[in-house]
């Protein structure tokens, strides 16, 4: 985990946390106070745009911001609850009324923006009020997928509620909107809009059909947000039930259906059903927001009477097979897993979403103690049985083109998470306001000690809070990559991270340089360092697997951070992450393990690890390094007193396979073959040969690096002439894959080539 007070990979990073820290410490000692210096108004816009200049070679035509080579911040050090007061009960408030660090409750303040807005993290203005004042504004937590132009153009009028005013880590002032429910963007005809900003000539009188027609313009170059508010003005003044009325609800529920916003795409559908109870068009796109909310019932049911009206509408035919694959998906848990898999690869840089259902197996949400709530199994089970398949609420994988790779701080806790943390909050945001249905969900999960504010609506608009969702987010959300496995693992093994790459790795907990996401249900298992379940990822669905034979009413439990640092580095993890201090059987061991077992251990791991840079030598240089790795470890397994069925050795892992791969490239298949084994051994796996089968007797630590163990044994028989035992640990390792990865079907475009190239047959 990346920590301030030990700067690692970027001194830079540090010496800007601490100046900014400084900086805000010093401003919450004026705390109610106006500010000692304000910059002119030709200085404030001056700035902005010298910025404007500086981030436009990030910025596409189109003005969304890329993924980034280096790494932006988020500064989170004030949480503040948003307005859920009715707007009719604000006292309107100016500029010069403000005082820092205060969220001035009871209040709004209405501004105007002029200049050209810019995105970073936020989507930034200046702005003036009716007196001429201006001020930096940070509106956070907007849609990515409409350019800063389309929020909040120059000349645009907006209405800040209960405006929350503070001094910037950079030593200046602004007003900081973090709620997307505190702020109220105008249109040029709304009264509440001083006269002084109103246009000088009035606009024609429009009809609702010129409504549609801007629409329709906006639809077709993808602008939906901007087309749904054209149906918007154009519904504001059709005459309900009216041919014009029907259009305009029809095409507004087509956006929403782009944008994602299914609960509203279906609430102007069934509109439309209400005055035409076989309206096409309504019938099928209620049936799609139902069918991409995970309604399939609801979706069949829509379907199949649009088509007892329209047999040969070929949409609803399509859809409707479909559906019956996610009812059946729903039921049985049966995918078609290599198809999705290619589907994933085949993404790239777009924005990713496997057309699958959920599934939920013999497994029950319950109390699990003092650890909240958990996971259960509501019957025995079996090792590798399928238990839960579950599509992400939101997730941000890196490989997106979009993808915004920032650093969220968080100076009460002094810590950071480097990724796409702070990219899933805002879409989690964005997706809580405009499907509020979803957000029972999502806010019935753990949220530590974060006072809710009551309410969930306000002048008929949700209240989102957005401090409250990133505790949850921080709580419950999983890294994640697109897929769990890849194409030549052995190959990719030892492959050296990119300097961003290494940037995330330091700054996440697990160590690792992914996405992030989350999963509703999963959230609710609890962690164990050695686990019995195993959670994999494939696009946006989360698989969970039995690692071992289970009990019913056995809570299930997953890895957290699924690395292999040694008790105190894990401890502080889980503290400062999740709250708790793990008690599994690994932790209270390791704990009472003497000090200095302890430190000797972890010396002799990073000795071994330093050997990594002998797989970029020669293989004489390779040969040489094969001796001191055989005496690290060795001493490495001298430091632990357990059984391994009790104590797995996984802080032997990486260094086993460095000696692996040491012996792999110098051609010595029965000291692979047997290091192999032991390491299985090791991690507490009792495996055995019955009845022409290899058969685990006992499940040991279960984890990616587990198959390729398995895999070694298999190509090392097979390269020693023992094809028979090659077939046999190939048929055991398949079962291994399925459980780990989530899917079996995979296997031979992950580790074909490798036993192609060991004589192992395929077939």
């Known amino acids: 985990m990346f920590r301030y007070e030990e700067p690692t990979w970027a ?232 041919v014009s009325d029907i259009f305009l609800l029809l095409n507004r529920a087509q956006a929403y259906l782009e944008l994602g916003y299914n609960e509203k795409a279906l609430i102007d559908a069934d509109k439309v059903l209400s005055y035409e109870p076989l309206n096409q068009k309504a019938l099928y796109r209620s049936a799609l927001a139902c069918y991409k909310d995970g309604d399939y019932e609801s979706a069949k049911s829509r379907l199949v009477k649009l088509l007892k009206k329209f047999p040969e509408n070929k949409n609803a035919k399509e859809r409707l097979l479909r559906t019956f694959q996610r009812l059946r998906e729903q039921r049985t848990g049966k995918y078609e897993f290599l198809k999705m898999r290619n589907q994933v690869k085949e993404w790239g840089e777009k924005r990713g979403k496997l057309d699958c259902a959920e599934y939920v197996g013999p497994v029950r949400v319950g109390k699990a103690g003092g650890k909240g709530r958990g996971l259960f199994a509501t019957r025995d089970v079996k090792f590798g049985e399928l238990l839960l398949c579950s599509k992400a609420f939101k997730v941000c994988h890196k490989e997106a083109a979009n993808a915004r790779l920032e650093i969220l701080f968080n100076l009460k806790a002094r810590k950071g998470q480097a990724g796409t943390h702070s990219q899933l909050v805002q879409e989690l945001i964005q997706e809580l306001y405009h499907n509020p249905k979803k957000a029972k969900r999502f806010y019935d999960l753990h949220t530590g000690d974060y006072k809710r504010v009551r309410g969930e609506t306000v002048d008929g608009l949700p209240i989102v809070d957005s401090h409250l969702v ?80 289970l009990s019913e009413g056995e809570e299930i439990t997953i890895n957290y951070m699924e690395n292999e640092s040694g008790v105190q580095k894990r401890q502080k993890a889980f503290l400062s992450e999740w709250g708790f201090e793990c008690k599994c059987t690994m ?117 990616y690096p587990v198959v390729n163990l398995f895999v070694h044994v298999v190509t090392a028989g097979a390269m020693m002439g023992d094809l028979l035992t090659a077939v046999l640990w190939r048929n055991i390792t398949i079962k291994i894959y399925e459980v780990v990865v989530g899917e079996k079907e995979s296997f031979f475009d992950a580790f ?9 047959p395929v077939d």
């Open 587 to 703: 932790c209270e061991i390791e704990t009472a393990e003497p000090q200095g077992v302890q430190d000797k251990r972890d010396e002799l791991v990073e000795k071994a690890l330093k050997f990594k840079v002998y797989l970029k030598q020669s293989t004489e240089k390779i040969e040489s390094g094969v001796a001191p790795m055989i005496k690290l470890i060795k001493g490495i397994e001298a430091t632990y007193t357990k059984p391994e069925f009790i104590h797995p050795r996984v802080q032997l892992l990486s260094p086993t396979h460095i000696l692996q791969t040491f012996l792999v490239r110098t051609e010595r298949p029965p000291d692979v073959f047997f290091l192999a084994k032991q390491s299985l051994n090791g991690l507490g796996f009792k495996i055995a040969t019955k009845g022409g089968r290899v058969v685990i007797e006992r499940y040991g630590h279960m984890c």
């Open 11 to 242: 001194d830079q990073w540090f010496n800007y946390f601490t100046r900014a820290e400084k900086i805000l410490k010093e401003a919450e000692a004026r705390k109610g106070e106006k500010p000692l210096y304000k910059p002119s108004r030709s200085q404030y816009i001056f700035y902005h745009n010298s910025f404007n200049r500086e981030a436009s070679e990030e910025v596409g035509s189109d003005g969304i911001r890329r993924s980034t080579v280096g790494l932006s911040t988020n500064i989170a050090y004030n949480e503040h609850p948003p307005c859920t007061s009715p707007f009719a009960t604000l006292e309107k408030k100016f500029l010069d009324d403000l005082r820092l660090e205060l969220a001035h409750r009871g209040s709004y303040i209405i501004l105007r923006a002029v200049v050209f807005p810019n995105r970073y993290v936020s989507v930034s203005t200046i702005a003036e009020d009716e007196n001429g004042e201006v001020e930096l504004v940070q509106i956070y937590n907007q849609d990515d997928r409409r350019s800063p132009e389309c929020i909040v153009p120059e000349g645009q009028v907006f209405i800040v509620k209960e405006p929350y005013f503070k001094t910037t880590s950079s030593g200046g002032t602004s007003i900081r909107v973090d709620h997307v429910s505190d702020i109220i963007f105008l249109d040029g005809e709304d009264e509440r809009i001083p006269e002084k900003w109103r246009p000088r000539l009035k606009l024609l009188a429009r009809r609702s059909l010129d409504w549609k027609d801007d629409g329709n313009g906006f639809y077709k170059k993808k602008q939906y947000f901007e087309a749904a508010q054209c149906y918007t003005k154009g519904l504001e003044i059709a005459e309900p039930g009216s």
């Open 752 to 760: 074909g080539r490798a036993l192609l190239q060991a004589g192992v």
């Open 470 to 549: 990133m505790r949850i987010m921080l709580r419950n959300a999983f890294e994640c990559s697109r897929l769990s496995s890849v194409d030549d693992p052995l190959e990719n093994l030892f492959r050296e991270k990119t300097e961003v790459e290494k940037m995330i790795a330091e700054a996440s907990p697990t160590g690792t340089a992914e996405g992030s996401g989350l999963w509703i249900m999963p959230s609710y298992i609890n962690h164990s360092c050695w686990q019995n379940s195993t959670r994999s990822f494939l696009g946006d669905l989360l698989i969970v697997r039995a690692a071992r034979d």
